[in-house]
């Protein structure tokens, strides 16, 4: 048969090459974010420039959160913990854009498709803050005190649903102070009126009242009362459960963490040095930082292997001045020559359980 | 709905009101206010009501250029002196029946001159406390964000502030000569760092709250964090400014005047009449009551002023830390 060849076909297999090559990107950066990822941090950096002398110059960075890497599945709920002082603070306002991250990427596959949150401008960002919202740690602070508690809770809805009418807004707060544990008609009352824990049930509720898919809480319930802690977590896990809601849990009380979290991820100065499923990290902790932790916690959990409390030697470095290589080796009881040249990275070392330390296995 | 202002502002006022030191101090600033405001009817050489010959109701004394004519009948001010009216017939006389507050060398009423020095005061008070708090006020927003602007007008407020206010307050008046204007310029040259200093300060500390970065997280824009989270929580640090500032150049005024930097006489001042009564009591034939009566007006206005600073900053702030540091 004749091959039947019209001028222009070159043209248009060229264009369909390149087309091509365009895909195969597209397709990658949905690949690096899988779908059943709602969240991908990918080497997250956020360094603060430290000014100072006579003419204001930088003289320091400070490396609050140094390359952080994990995954958000929908539903469930990521428990961060780590010293004081780890960045853990810094890791949430970079993700949800309190602060511009230095490098690194924060890829939210919401239902509007992919995209990298980390890029976007003031503008840009709107549109996606209805979909993460935030906990605050003090309940003090997080409420204006000059505004209403019903106030408060619309004030996101006046932001992202203009097209909502009066009476819906309305009852709406209504609804949310009801899924949130309090009465309605606290909504005239002023945020002074309340105690600690129904102020956190009121951040919550201002948290939920764009539907938001992923909520980062940042302490939620250090500032509280032992006996209201409780309430405030399980009322949390319900609202989980009713709403399908998405959890990155900052804490630095492993018992909540283990108590509400499905993974843990431990930091170390700005580092993630381990990350795995609740149950696997708490009981089978393989980092010797995390061993250090979680044996300093006093657990009547019969589950828990009986382990000698690992007491640290040493002071943190400070983010100002981190050590070369792996950052915990100014006060690793394992460490070896090898930890100062190298950043150690995270190696799945089985069920999905990461740990940032090659020496994992040496006993100590 | 009962909103935040009445129900806060009226715990506050139910708390004060049982404060009798509070209500003392805030009925002297009125007595204050009244007297700078109806000193003509209090002393004065023009009647306060008068019958003219064409029989309409004249108010002579509130004119400022009343003329003189015969009325069919008048009703004049207790005391027939205003600051400048000499009376020949009584030098450096003591207080008395004629006198309440004496006279002084060349025959002014002392009486008379007080009064009138409270109007020298609060006008002086009242605009240099407003233009200072409007320049601050917006100085100070701009400072509390970081910023180029922001670096440079810190770095001029802190040298405004390093500098003794006196000082400054002494090089202004010598450049520009003495006058009521002059007085109030200086000041507020001498004040405006200080407000904006402070509004500044408080503007960060209420942006590093976290309900401002609640705000931040819903997607407000900054005017409308501005306007809908800032402002409302700085009233009260507003309303404590003010005072503060009025309280600072009232005594700069009066400072001033000691000094004869101040309002130019024979308009009187208070610290012009204490100044003009210490030559005299220096060079021996001392007339105690040329500064005794300006003296105890001044510490009755200035702990009355202070009372009520205090009072107010302990009521609006339940933690008892007081909001502005004099
Ligand atoms: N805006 C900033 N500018 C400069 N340094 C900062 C800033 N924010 C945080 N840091 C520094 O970054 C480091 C991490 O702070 P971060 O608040 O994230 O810690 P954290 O883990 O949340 O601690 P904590 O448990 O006390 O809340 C600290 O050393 C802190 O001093
Ligand atoms: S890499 Fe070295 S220093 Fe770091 S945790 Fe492992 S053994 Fe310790
Ligand atoms: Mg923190």
Redesign the pocket.
């Known amino acids: 048969m004749e091959e039947i060849k019209k001028p222009g076909v070159d043209l248009i297999t060229e264009k369909l090459n390149r087309l091509e090559g365009k895909i195969d990107r597209i397709y990658k950066f949905f690949e690096e974010t899988d779908e059943e990822n709602l969240l991908t941090v990918k080497d997250l950096k956020m360094y603060f420039p430290v000014f100072g002398g006579v003419f204001s110059t930088q003289v320091a960075t400070v490396k609050a959160v140094d390359g952080v890497s994990f995954k958000v599945k929908k539903g469930e709920t990521i428990g961060v913990v780590g010293e004081s002082g780890c960045g853990k603070t810094t890791l949430g306002r970079a993700i949800i854009g309190l602060y511009k991250p230095t490098a690194g990427k924060v890829i939210f596959n919401g239902q509007t498709g992919a995209v990298d949150l980390a890029r976007l401008d003031r503008g840009e960002f709107k549109p996606y803050r209805k979909d993460i919202q935030m906990i605050f740690q003090d309940p003090y602070a997080s409420l204006n005190p000059r505004m209403s508690v019903g106030e408060i809770i619309r004030e996101p809805m006046d932001i992202h649903n203009p097209e909502m009418s009066e009476r819906e807004k309305l009852d709406k707060v209504k609804w949310l102070l009801n899924k949130c544990g309090l009465r309605e008609e606290q909504s005239a009352r002023y945020p002074h009126e309340f105690s600690g824990g129904q102020r956190q049930r009121v951040g919550i509720a201002r948290a939920l009242a764009t539907n938001p898919e992923i909520i980062i809480a940042d302490e939620p319930v250090s500032a509280l009362d032992v006996s209201i802690q409780a309430q405030v977590i399980n009322l949390m896990m319900d609202l989980q459960e009713e709403f399908g809601l998405t959890y990155i849990f900052i804490a630095h009380d492993l018992a909540i963490v283990k108590h509400i979290s499905t993974r843990i991820a431990v930091m170390y100065l700005g580092n993630l ?1 381990e990350i795995g499923d609740a149950d696997e990290v708490y009981n089978n902790a393989k ?3 995390s061993r250090a932790l979680l044996s300093a916690v006093p657990q009547p959990d019969p589950e828990r292997k009986d382990k000698n409390r690992i007491i640290l030697e040493g002071d943190v470095p400070t983010p100002l001045n981190k050590p070369s290589g ?1 950052s ?2 100014t006060r ?1 009881p ?3 020559s090898e ?1 100062a040249a190298k950043i ?1 990275e995270l190696k799945d070392t089985g069920n999905g359980h990461m740990v940032a ?4 296995k ?1 006993e100590f | 709905m009962e909103n935040f202002y009445t129900l806060h502002y009226s715990n506050c006022l139910n708390k004060l009101r049982k404060d009798y030191l509070f209500i003392f101090s805030a009925l002297t600033l009125f007595f204050f206010l009244a007297l700078a405001i109806f000193a003509p009817l209090i002393s004065g050489v023009n009647p306060i009501i008068a019958k003219s010959k064409d029989g309409s109701l004249k108010f002579p004394a509130f004119n400022s250029n009343p003329g003189t004519e015969n009325y069919k009948w008048a009703i004049y001010p207790i005391n027939p002196y205003d600051e400048n009216k000499r009376d020949i017939k009584c030098f450096s006389s003591p207080p008395g029946k004629k006198h309440f507050f004496g006279t002084d060398q060349i025959g002014r009423d002392v009486f008379a001159r007080v009064i009138y020095g409270t109007r020298a005061i609060m006008k002086v008070g009242f605009y240099s406390t407003f233009f200072s708090m409007i320049i601050g006020f917006f100085i100070g927003f701009i400072i509390a964000w970081d910023s180029i602007i922001a670096t440079v007008f810190r770095l001029i407020i802190s040298i405004f502030n390093t500098l003794p206010p006196f000082l400054l307050l002494i090089i202004v008046i010598t450049l520009n000569g003495r006058s009521l204007e002059n007085v109030i310029i200086a000041i507020v040259i001498s004040r405006w760092g200080y407000v904006a200093n402070a509004i500044g300060n408080w503007c960060k500390y209420f942006i590093s709250m976290e309900f401002v970065q609640a705000a931040q997280i819903m997607g407000r824009k900054s005017w409308q964090i501005f306007i809908k989270h800032l402002i409302p929580n700085l009233t009260e640090i507003f309303l404590i400014l003010i005072l503060v500032t009025f309280s600072f150049s009232i005594l700069m005024e009066v400072s001033l005047s000691f000094l004869g930097l101040g309002i130019k006489p024979p308009t009187p001042s208070w610290g012009t009449l204490i100044a003009e009564s210490w030559d005299q009591i220096i060079s021996g034939d001392g007339a105690w009551w040329m500064a005794f009566f300006p003296c105890i007006m001044l510490a009755i206005l200035f702990v009355s002023l202070n009372i009520f600073i205090e009072k107010l900053n302990f009521a609006f702030n339940p933690e008892k830390k007081m909001l502005i540091k004099k």
Request: net charge positive; glycine share 0%.
């Open positions: 040095v980092h010797p930082y792996c915990f080796r690793c394992i460490a070896k930890c150690p330390c090659p020496f994992w040496t």
